[in-house]
């Protein structure tokens, strides 16, 4: 039962590391309907900026989620009214996913050139430090990264439920043509969601770099987890990327555990296969669908 509790701890806490990562592929996905492949690259360069600043500045990686989500945010909202609407509008949006898969690939190979092919850690003075929770342990470092996540995907749910930003981009994601009639700048509001989307995935690179070990490569598992979290959570609201983020966490967990660590992956696309089959909606279905 303790090893069963404690699998399950550590899965809710890599739970919520999924949820911020992908919470802002579930946004872009959601608000323009756009397959952001170079989402991982957010994740990854949130990483690599982090650890520039733990060995250069000596600052913690937690306090560098400002910096970090400013700069990407800026690089975000710059990346969408230039290349992607470039893209969309002189041929469709299934162009999205050719220009984003073009430029991961461009920007991996940068980061591999700038920081090698070597896999990084961050390892701040209490990154092995343990606390107890009854008789459960749970690294230090872990714990505050969950705080950090829910509290940012808290922060973005109330900017999208209760500020006039968050209105207008709710309603450019449900009816674009009537937003655009009211006076709202669509095409402003989706480079600025998508400069939101960056930041946040800036914020979790950020997080996961003194978790888990980092290369450029690993940009493609977090755009691929973004996309199950998304599936299994729902399109568009960061409570449908928290529930999808638990679930991912959950069973990369339990599977690593009691079945074997190699098949982890193979679970994870088992899962996707038959939430797909069952429920391609996701949990909590599509939070800006009803009107469209």
Do not use: K
Not at 27 to 51: P, Q
Not at 64 to 80: E, K, N, R, S, T
Not at 101 to 130: C, E, H, K, W
């Amino acid at each position: 039962m303790l090893l069963f509790l404690q699998t399950t701890l550590n899965g809710l806490v890599l739970g919520g590391l999924y949820s911020l990562a992908a919470v802002g592929f579930s946004l872009v996905f959601g608000v323009m309907g756009i397959v952001n492949l170079t989402h991982g690259i957010f994740v990854v360069a949130g990483a690599y900026g982090a650890l520039l600043l733990f060995r250069h500045l000596g600052i913690d990686p937690f306090f560098a989620i400002i910096p970090i989500g400013l700069v990407l945010f800026a690089v975000g909202y710059a990346y969408q009214r230039t290349i992607i609407h470039w893209a969309i509008s002189r041929a469709s949006l299934v162009a999205s996913l050719v220009v984003t898969f073009g430029v991961a690939m461009i920007a991996r190979n940068l980061l591999q050139l700038t920081f090698g092919p070597d896999v990084q850690t961050i390892t701040p003075s209490y990154s092995f430090t343990s606390v107890g929770l009854g008789p459960l342990r749970i690294d230090l470092v872990r714990l505050i990264a969950l705080g950090a996540s829910l509290v940012l995907l808290l922060i973005l749910a109330l900017v999208l439920a209760r500020t006039q930003f968050g209105r207008a981009v709710r309603a450019t994601a449900q009816q674009p043509l009537a937003a655009e009639l009211s006076g709202l700048s669509v095409g402003r509001l989706h480079g600025l969601t998508f400069g939101l989307s960056a930041a946040m995935a800036g914020a979790s690179g950020a997080i996961i770099g003194i978790v888990q070990p980092f290369s450029a490569a690993s940009e493609v598992a977090w755009t691929l987890n973004a996309f199950i979290v998304v599936v299994l959570g729902g399109i568009g609201s960061p409570a449908g990327a928290l529930v999808g983020g638990l679930l991912l966490g959950l069973i990369n967990a339990y599977t690593a555990q009691y079945i074997g660590p190699s098949l982890t992956t193979a679970m994870m696309f088992l899962v996707l296969v038959l939430m797909l089959l069952v429920r391609p909606q996701g949990l909590l279905g599509h939070s800006f669908g009803e009107s469209r």
